[in-house]
């Protein structure tokens, strides 16, 4: 057995594993001590002096078993030796035991009374709750003994597995609360770094142990460089993008005031071309962070997107998706996601096609197409940004390879993933997971 799969995973689990199981195994070897050397000993000397007593009876009554001897001896028992006896005539001792919930108890009596007594016994201590019955076969019936309990066994037993039971409880309840207070901080930080990596903007004081302040205050400062780096970096896209806007402005201005011809029109569609790669390198850079996430429906995304690819007299079979799909996320890059793929996949095949499912923690949207489609051994290259996979798609398409790159992004950012494979169209699937 591997012993690794017996061991909890999670660190409140595995510290109060570490905090409690040596004291329940000491407080285990405690009472077996206890009942070993101390409880056993003075019981099993209880047990074998009441023996004696109930002997020493049975042998009074055998050696004159007539009724005033039974009562000289019932008088002397109860005054002398704090025992009930009593003769039940023609009585057979009962063929049934019953059993004591600690067998220390009956094995502790049977030993005693068989070391004590020559005639045939039965006896039962679960019956009263503070006598044991005794009965000892005798010519002409059954001698009956009732013996109070503490004669018998040891009465600190008890007390002490209640006392050993209650500080166990107090223990482990005090332990929960400790352990409970300096894991919560570590779950309060990982949801955090969570949360941020999906965009979310959180909030987090440092608060636990020292190491846990430590991990905290990284996290913070991290986060701290990570939005700064990506302040940096789209300020540094939306100035390249707002610097060259201006001469692109005036050379479509010089084109427009030039005579017609087949060379302007070309050059037209290139000022077009630079500005829709500037539109691109600028979402590329601002990435998610610039948009709050709020409770959204991917059906209605996705349909929206069909809606608008037949108003551009493209067609897109939905009949797959589902009527409602709603999740947690930011719309805009969610519908830049999907729009993304549409596009990509409508650049590349005649037939596409929108379809989605759920399971119990997920959404998966499946956008289909029937292209040339991508070797497997390129999946990986084909989601870096600027990739443009000379072999399996045509370098001569617009765009600068960054369709793929935004949607994965996108996905990866809301807590999901991007996935391709082989489509039942003939081209390539591309599978989004979003969580729900």
């Known amino acids: 057995m591997d012993l690794k799969a017996l061991i909890p995973r999670g660190l409140f689990a595995r510290s109060l594993l570490i905090i409690v199981l ?91 009374l068989s070391g004590s007594l020559r005639q045939k016994f039965w006896f039962d201590t679960t019956r009263y709750p503070d006598y044991v019955d005794i ?35 107090l223990l482990a309840t005090v332990s929960v609360l400790f352990i409970r207070n300096q894991v919560r901080p570590m779950e309060r930080l990982a949801d955090a770094a969570d949360r941020f990596g999906r965009g979310e903007n959180v909030s987090l004081k440092p608060a636990g142990s020292a190491e846990v302040r430590r991990a905290t205050l990284a996290f913070l400062q991290m986060r701290g460089r990570i939005q700064r780096h990506i302040e940096q970096r789209t300020n540094l896209l939306a100035g390249v993008s707002h610097d060259l806007r201006t001469p692109l402005t005036r050379l479509k201005l010089q084109l427009a005031m030039m005579p017609p011809s087949s060379d302007i029109d070309e050059a037209r569609k290139d000022i077009l071309e630079m500005e829709r790669m500037l539109e691109e390198y600028l979402a590329f850079a601002k990435g998610q962070w610039s948009e709050e996430p709020e409770a959204v429906d991917l059906a209605d995304i996705a349909r929206a997107i069909i809606q608008d690819a037949a108003r551009a007299g493209r067609e897109i079979d939905g009949s797959g998706l589902a009527e409602s799909l709603p999740t947690s996320g930011r719309p805009i890059a969610l519908k830049r996601c999907l729009s993304n793929l549409v596009e990509n996949a409508l650049s590349f095949g005649e037939t596409v096609m929108l379809s989605s499912s759920q399971s119990e923690d997920a959404i998966y ?68 997971r979003l969580p729900l």
């Open 365 to 432: 949207l499946y956008v289909d197409d029937d292209g040339p489609g991508i070797a497997p051994e390129n999946y990986e290259e084909a989601l870096k940004p600027f990739s443009r996979l000379d072999p399996a798609r045509n370098q001569n398409r617009k765009g600068v390879g960054l369709g793929l790159a935004l949607a994965y992004d996108a996905a990866r950012s809301h807590g999901g993933n991007l996935v391709l494979s082989r489509s039942t169209l003939g081209g390539l699937r591309v599978s989004v």
């Open 135 to 169: 009965r000892v076969e005798v010519p002409g019936g059954v001698l009956r003994f009732l013996a109070y309990r503490d004669r018998v066994f040891a009465s600190t037993g008890g007390i002490f597995i209640l006392w050993l039971a209650g500080a166990t409880i």
């Open 22 to 112: 040596p004291v329940a195994i000491m407080q285990m070897v405690v009472t077996y001590l206890f009942f070993d050397l101390h409880w056993e000993q003075v019981s099993r000397r209880l047990s074998e002096g009441a023996a004696g007593d109930v002997a020493l009876v049975t042998q009074l009554y055998a050696d004159n078993p007539t009724p005033e001897n039974l009562a000289a001896i019932t008088r002397y028992a109860r005054a002398d030796l704090r025992l009930s006896v009593a003769l039940q005539k023609q009585a057979k001792l009962p063929e049934r035991e019953r059993l004591a919930v600690i067998p220390a108890f009956d094995r502790t009596l049977r030993r005693a």
